[in-house]
């Protein structure tokens, strides 16, 4: 059964995460300066990570954040930087080339290695390991398929991983629910929330300015400088950037445009014990499947089990029956997990794109780095120091500002096509 005290209470502002490393009192609690050189909107991995290099680099910097610090998905998601894209690198080379199909594989890499040098250069004590990920396949078909990708990325980048058929699947995960599956042995986790209070400490300590509970309602160019009027008073900068991934409202609406707000839903359980521990991850991987519908899942520091997945494509299913839904599914997987109490069950909006990709851009002079679309972890504080070293004039170019980023004729903001989506994923994983 779900607890009843979980259901009661509103999980939506506060993860298990959340309630084991809330920012320290008066983190956030800056007042808002009058001039800066750089307004950073959104206080999560990639607004933090900027404000940190930007105050390096010896600018100004300001976090405006709507909300407390860290309150978005940085502190909700499952706490896992996986090796790779949302898309397979050989449609990334086949679809960019492969100069550009290479660099972003390798920015998947590369963005792993840059949360291990904060981690490390910081002493962000986050519970940062490289336990390696187990990407699992639901239907022998997806094995297949895996198994072709495994070739071609030794074959043509180098890069060795490791198949695991269904036989030897239990070495790997306690349960024969899957086909088999791949190993990256480079993927980390992470407790996210004290990783991302350590970002917001180690850009204060830098000398950034971090303004919470700050709601930026205008944005207004002139002279070339920008006029912010927030919820607490008025700032002019000389630059500003949007970081906001699956929370971007319609303070820029180009910016809305390219990025959708997608409902991400997590329970927690009880802790377990050693032994159910190592029946369920005898290698402490990170886990994900292979739906479309996905589910993710890991033991958590404190030995719990961390189940997540999409239970709706929408930003506000109730939490009682994305619960419900969860433990459904974990029970399947786990059935030694059918007597466990979940204690806690919360959701995150993941920022997703129409090409699966993160992407830096410019408009009208305004800055942004976001759409994740589920790799944020590993990926935003490289987005971060990328586009802090372009708005600081220490690099010329990104691979994510290249590659253009697309949006669709239809969408103006609101997403009313995400019912549909979700129809059509589960379409997907009945056929595919």
């Known amino acids: 059964m779900i607890a009843s005290q979980t259901i009661s209470r509103d999980s939506k502002n506060l993860s298990l995460w959340q309630e084991q490393a809330p920012?320290?009192?008066?983190?956030?609690?800056?007042p808002l300066p009058k001039l800066a050189d750089v307004a950073i909107v959104g206080g999560g991995y990639t607004g933090l990570g900027a404000a940190l290099w930007l105050s390096r680099f010896g600018a100004k910097a300001v976090v405006l954040e709507r909300y407390q610090l860290t309150y978005g998905a940085s502190s909700r998601n499952g706490g896992k930087a996986l090796v790779g894209l949302k898309r397979d690198a050989s449609v990334l080379v086949k679809k960019f080339g492969p100069v550009r199909g290479r660099a972003l594989w390798q920015a998947s890499l590369d963005g792993i290695a840059a949360v291990e040098q904060m981690v490390t250069e910081e002493r962000i004590a986050c519970d940062f390991k490289r336990?390696?990920?187990?990407?699992?396949?639901a239907k022998s078909s997806h094995y297949e398929k895996m198994c072709r990708e495994t070739e071609w990325l030794k074959k043509n980048l180098g890069y060795e991983r490791f198949n695991i058929s269904k036989s030897e699947l239990r070495k790997e995960i306690g349960t024969d629910a899957y086909h088999g599956g791949v190993v990256d042995e480079l993927s980390a986790g992470l407790h996210p929330a004290k990783y991302a209070v350590g970002l917001a400490v180690a850009a204060r300590r830098a000398g950034a300015s971090l303004?919470?509970?700050?709601?930026?309602?205008?944005?207004?160019?002139?002279h070339g400088m920008f006029t912010i009027t927030t919820s607490?008073?008025?700032?002019?900068a000389k630059e500003v950037l949007i970081a906001t991934n699956g929370y971007t409202g319609s303070l820029v609406p180009y910016i809305q445009r390219r990025v959708v707000p997608v409902g991400s839903y997590i329970i927690a359980t009880e802790p377990l014990s050693a032994g159910v521990q190592n029946e369920i991850s005898p290698r402490g991987r990170m886990f994900y499947d292979s739906k479309w519908y996905l589910n993710y899942f890991r033991l958590t520091p404190d030995g719990r089990m961390l189940f997540g997945g999409r239970t709706t494509i929408s930003t506000d299913q109730d939490l009682t029956v994305s619960a419900r839904i969860l433990r459904e599914a974990m029970v399947k997987i786990f059935p030694m997990l059918r007597g466990t109490l979940v204690t806690h069950s919360w959701t995150g909006h993941l920022g997703v794109t129409f090409d699966g990709l993160p992407h830096i851009g410019r408009f009208e002079r305004i800055h942004y780095a976001l759409g994740y679309s589920g790799h944020g972890v590993a990926l935003s504080i490289y987005l971060a120091r990328e586009v802090a070293e372009l708005m600081a004039g220490k690099r010329k170019s990104s691979i994510f500002l290249e590659i253009g980023h697309p949006t669709n004729f239809f969408y103006h903001g609101q997403p009313w096509f995400r019912p549909l989506m979700g129809k059509v994923l589960k379409v997907l994983d009945w056929v595919s």
């Open 232 to 236: 607490r008073g008025t700032l002019v």
């Open 23 to 30: 920012p320290p009192s008066g983190l956030g609690d800056d």
């Open 131 to 137: 336990y390696g990920s187990l990407f699992a396949a």
């Open 211 to 222: 303004s919470a509970m700050t709601d930026v309602q205008v944005i207004h160019s002139s």
